[in-house]
């Protein structure tokens, strides 16, 4: 049964390009999550969606960066026109539903660089 | 607003010896706690977590305490081995639903042979 799967895990942009990280939840999860960690941070939520609906996107910056989890296909969190202040670790987690709090399992993580 | 904080950013242990990591948080309407652990370039995994109406949840080497009044809780592993030897965050379900955690900056401990 594999884990919640992220790609790339390392990923490295110049200012003004795009930067697309991909999420796979674990096999029978509907709910993905994701969380940004900024160097010297703790994780801090940025949206929840699932399959075809944003659920909350309150921790999401109001430009540049979109989230989306189509009905087939993994979850995608797209940042436009990337400054140096995106770099950063985002980790997409996944849960069978939203009831449980401590259901939420982590993928590794994708490291974007933006020289 | 820093809600949930770990003040330690390191701790180092022997062996065998106990391992007592601390969280404080600031906001009193969190009434469930959680401890993950994170190894390098791996994503954060569950470890134990509390229910504010308990005020110890035991989980093999692994306890939480948690002080309400004091908004305090604590990690306890003992014994301690090399394989504990990663980073733990607190953390916490807020902003009025059960599914967007509230990370504290994560405690790095070191356990040496």
């Known amino acids: 049964n594999a884990g919640v799967m992220q790609n790339p895990r390392h990923l490295v942009r110049r200012r003004g390009q795009e930067a697309r990280l991909r999420c796979s939840p674990m096999k029978g999860h509907s709910h993905v999550y994701w969380y940004r960690q900024l160097p010297e941070e703790g994780l801090k939520f940025m949206v929840y969606?699932?399959?075809?609906?944003?659920?909350?996107e309150s921790g999401m910056p109001k430009e540049r960066f979109s989230a989306e989890f189509p009905k087939e296909g993994p979850s995608i969190l797209r940042i436009q026109q990337v400054v140096r202040g995106d770099s950063a670790a985002y980790f997409c987690a996944s849960s069978p539903d939203e009831s449980s709090y401590n259901e939420q399992f982590f993928g590794p993580g994708t490291r974007l660089t933006v020289l | 607003d820093q809600q949930v904080k770990q003040n330690s950013p390191s701790l180092s242990v022997q062996e065998g010896r106990i391992s007592i990591l601390n969280c404080d948080y600031t906001?009193?309407?969190?009434?469930?706690f959680l401890w993950y652990k994170k190894y390098p370039a791996e994503g954060p995994t569950f470890l134990i977590s509390?229910?504010?109406?308990?005020d110890k949840n035991e989980d093999g080497r692994f306890t939480v305490f948690l002080n309400k009044s004091a908004k305090h809780l604590s990690l306890h592993i003992v014994p301690s081995q090399p394989g504990d030897s990663a980073v733990y965050f607190c953390a916490a379900p807020g902003g009025g639903s059960n599914y967007k955690l509230t990370f504290g900056k994560g405690t790095l401990l070191t356990v040496n042979p």
């Open positions: 906001n009193s309407m969190f009434d469930y």
């Open positions: 969606l699932q399959k075809e609906n944003i659920i909350d």
């Open positions: 509390i229910s504010s109406i308990k």
